[in-house]
């Protein structure tokens, strides 16, 4: 489930790089330096634009008690390095305990699957409020 205060509806970030420091900045308890670091690492990998409006960002990260969601939400869209090429209008962030291979790769492919369909990916662009995309997540999402 993602908590209200980890969701940005109108990120105004104008790079890959931007929104993700926008995101690890709503995470109050971890330091946004680290979450940058894991995630970047990642990204140099090959970029988590998985297609159709879509980016999932993600990493291992020590010292956290369980799985960790973001979402922003971007209007115009922005450059993600993307498999098919296109502006990315939301981005997933998923940070997992270091320890934790099975648990990452599970809501990795449940995130993917969600977001990949259309009817999901419209219901979060026209979600009102934070409490709407955060109960969208709810029935979506499932974190042990």
């Known amino acids: 489930m993602i908590k209200t205060d980890h969701i940005s509806l109108n990120s105004e970030a104008n790079s890959k790089r931007g929104i993700i420091t926008e995101m690890a900045y709503l995470l109050s308890s971890i330091d946004p330096d680290s979450v940058m670091d894991v995630v970047m690492a990642r990204e140099k990998l090959g970029s988590t634009g998985i297609g159709h409006g879509v980016a999932i960002p993600h990493g ?85």
């Open 60 to 144: 291992r990260m020590p010292d956290l008690a369980g799985p960790v969601l973001v979402l922003a939400r971007h209007a115009e869209g922005v450059d993600f390095d993307s498999i098919d090429g296109k502006p990315v209008h939301i981005v997933v962030l998923l940070l997992v305990p270091d320890s934790d291979d099975r648990q990452h790769l599970e809501l990795l492919a449940q995130l993917a699957r969600n977001l990949q369909q259309e009817s999901f990916r419209n219901q979060i662009m026209q979600a009102e409020d934070c409490a709407a995309m955060a109960a969208l997540f709810a029935g979506k999402v499932t974190i042990d």
